[in-house]
């Protein structure tokens, strides 16, 4: 059985991880008004990656006994002035979740819950994951610049980033 500050603060965690989608979606729909398909499929996955860690922490929730507890999805940015900025929103926004996800482990150790520690570990990874892929778009970016070839030749191979389902759900 969860206690009530560990399910209060998964239960933030999962409107995080939907506002999170939300704001992909945002950028995905961005990046296709801007002529870049590949950049708006980056995203997309994206933001299908993000309604999945939301569902993993709402089935522990169910899985430990707790309630889920729904929450309105704030509003997020719509408007970014160029591909770099959309992916340096995209790091901030990912460093960002990453101290959300550091309270909740830091939480679980003051109050002894080992299962929500092990859970965690698995997000914890993603997380390293997440900004190293970011940090590396926004160093190619840098290094194309203007270059439209350059942004031309980026875009495409975003293009061919396909989704798969997180191990956590696999099966599920």
């Not at 399910?7 to 991880?17: C, F, S, T, V, Y």
């Not at 707790?66 to 770099?84: F, H, N, Q, R």
């Not at 929103?89 to 002894?112: G, M, P, R, W, Y």
């Not at 970016?141 to 270059?147: A, K, P, W």
Request: glycine letters at 4%; a negative charge.
């Amino acid at each position: 059985m969860l206690n009530s500050k560990i399910e209060a603060a998964i239960n933030a965690q999962i409107n995080a991880e939907m506002w999170s989608a939300y704001l992909y979606l945002s950028m995905s729909a961005w990046c296709a008004k801007e002529g870049k398909p590949g950049m708006a499929n980056w995203f997309e996955i994206q933001f299908r990656e993000e309604q999945d860690h939301a569902r993993i922490f709402f089935n522990y929730v169910l899985q430990r006994g707790g309630k889920v507890t729904l929450a309105p999805i704030d509003a997020v940015p719509t408007e970014w002035k160029s591909a770099l900025d959309v992916f340096e929103s995209t790091l901030a926004h990912e460093q960002k979740v990453t101290s959300l996800i550091n309270d909740i482990f830091a939480l679980t150790l003051s109050e002894n819950d080992y299962a929500t520690q092990s859970m965690l570990k698995w997000f914890i990874d993603e997380q390293v994951e997440e900004e190293e892929n970011a940090q590396t778009l926004i160093d190619q970016l840098r290094m194309i610049g203007d270059n439209g070839y350059g942004l031309y030749a980026l875009d495409k191979e975003l293009a061919a980033r396909v989704y798969s389902t997180p191990s956590p759900l696999a099966g599920k």
